[in-house]
């Protein structure tokens, strides 16, 4: 107990002196018809005014007048006594000498034993500063977002028009090997912009594969299957959420191997089918894997295009993966899976 | 029913971005559709006025200019609550829901049987109302 350290009340005035000021904060001690008794050498220097003309006088005297300001009158003599105590309260004031402050104030009744005086610890923060760089924070952030924005609205309309030069182009073609080509290439920048579009519905940092994965396939079977086209694309897995990079690379491979799927896995004469693309994790390891009920291949391999630029990609970005692809084909439809398996997985399932 | 002559079927698009304009005019005239062109909102309102064949309204969002895409789209509904609109955009803040009902909103890039389609989803359900038929699908 402080009280117990101190033999007169002169030694205990002695430390509430030192204590105001001592404390960073600007602080005015007030007695109860709100005069000064004593404030803070913080006080004095932030809101440049001399001890002799403040010690003794009311507050809202100080100066000429410039305390005198209604939101302080509303704490002062409403608000501390009837609750006593008063947090982080924010007051805007235009000060003569010093311009637009805004300031934090605390506010602490303190009533004594003995006695009916009561004096008010009042706490006054220049928040000015602070407030103007928080303001300034949100205004940078606010920017990032307008130029975030404004760089994706800048490259969907370069998209936009690769893919529609590409369109027109494959259109008046008299080739149609050309016009194929010319339609896959189309087809390869929409999916690029597909994959692109969903990562930024689903935000920065870490994606939730699952939804993500929903949402691609979603805008694939919209974009890629003709409504006379009975096929079906549905995603399963247990979750799990994978970085930017590589839900991108994610999404590619499923790209690719939809439309492989999509290109020559239904072309017998049933017409409809269905796809499954599932996504699954254990600890670091996971597997993704497209798997089509249509008409395979004898070989094994899955059905592409004769230069394989399909495979090249998937094989590439399982590569970039730490991946292996595994492929099965037959008369019961095409599976493909890539599979991340860690050495630590590994062991502890040897084990 | 579908194969009438419509006593509107001209469409009108707003794009800022002229290359991208030229390539989306090419499209539709390739596609059959009469399309006129206007480089900002303003302009747009003035051949608006101007005529009464335009079904369709197919506009970007960033527009030079008094009005971006948004602003042109509620303008032309309130005062010319028959022509359809189609809005196309990068920006990823927008969804179809800041638009006029029953406009259509793609995102860009979009594919360009996906625009066509949408276009004539809607000039086919205007006639089909201007027809009388009380059946009327929207794939909205």
Same mark, same amino acid.
């Given at each position: ?351 | ?23 989306? &005019?090419? *499209?539709?005239?390739?596609? +059959?559709?009469?399309? =006129?062109? @206007?480089? #900002? ?6 051949? /608006? ?33 028959? &022509?359809? *609109?189609?809005?196309?955009? +990068?920006?990823?803040? =927008?969804? @179809?829901? #800041? ?6 909103? /793609? ?34």
């Amino acid at each position: 107990m402080i009280g117990h350290n101190f033999k007169n009340t002169q030694d205990a005035c002695a430390l509430a002196h030192a204590i105001v000021n001592t404390v960073r904060e600007p602080i005015v001690v007030l007695d109860k018809e709100l005069r000064v008794i004593v404030a803070s050498r913080s006080f004095y220097s932030t809101f440049k005014v001399d001890p002799d003309v403040t010690e003794g006088r009311l507050l809202f005297e100080l100066g000429d007048g410039e305390w005198d300001i209604p939101k302080l009158r509303t704490l002062l003599e409403k608000i501390i006594p009837e609750h006593s105590t008063i947090e982080d309260y924010d007051v805007e004031h235009d000060f003569p000498s010093l311009g637009r402050r805004t300031m934090c104030l605390n506010a602490r009744q303190v009533v004594y034993s003995g006695g009916t005086g009561t004096t008010i610890l009042l706490g006054i923060e220049d928040v000015t500063d602070m407030r103007a760089l928080v303001s300034e924070k949100d205004e940078l952030l606010r920017d990032k977002d307008i130029l975030l924005d404004e760089l994706r609205h800048r490259v969907a309309n370069s998209l936009q028009i690769i893919a529609s030069i590409i369109m027109l182009k494959a259109k008046r073609v008299s080739s149609d090997e050309a016009r194929a080509h010319l339609e896959d290439a189309h087809n390869r920048v929409m999916s690029v912009a597909t994959v692109q579009q969903q990562l930024h519905v689903a935000g920065v940092g870490r994606i939730e594969i699952q939804p993500y994965l929903s949402k691609l396939c979603g805008a694939l079977a919209g974009s890629m299957i003709a409504d006379d086209r009975a096929i079906t694309i549905e995603v399963l897995g247990d979750g799990g959420s994978a970085a930017c990079r590589e839900a991108e690379s994610f999404g590619l491979i499923v790209t690719e191997l939809v439309i492989n799927s999509l290109k020559h896995a239904f072309n017998g004469p049933k017409k409809g089918g269905h796809i499954t693309v599932s996504y699954d994790v254990s600890g670091d390891d996971w597997k993704l894997s497209v798997v089509d009920d249509g008409s395979g291949k004898p070989d094994g391999q899955f059905a592409q295009a004769k230069e394989g630029l399909g495979t090249g990609i998937v094989n590439a970005l399982a590569k970039q993966l730490n991946a292996q692809v595994e492929t099965a084909s037959g008369p019961e439809g095409t599976s493909i899976s890539i599979t991340h398996a860690t050495f630590e997985a590994k062991k502890v399932r040897a084990a | 029913m579908k194969n009438r002559a419509l006593a509107a079927k001209a469409i009108l698009i707003v794009e800022n971005d002229q290359l991208l304009k030229l390539l989306t &005019i090419d *499209i539709l005239e390739e596609a +059959g559709f009469v399309v =006129l062109d @206007a480089a #900002d909102a303003d302009e747009a309102v003035t051949v /608006l006025a101007g005529r009464t064949d335009i079904a369709v309204l197919l506009t970007g969002i960033n527009l030079s200019g008094s009005m971006d895409g948004v602003s042109l789209a509620h303008a032309v509904r309130a005062r010319w609550p028959h &022509i359809k *609109i189609v809005a196309v955009s +990068g920006r990823t803040h =927008l969804s @179809a829901v #800041d638009f006029p009902a029953e406009s259509r909103f /793609l995102r860009k890039p979009y594919h360009s049987a996906a625009m066509i389609s949408a276009i004539r989803t809607l000039i086919d359900t205007a006639d089909a109302r201007r027809d009388g038929n009380s059946q009327v699908y929207l794939d909205v």
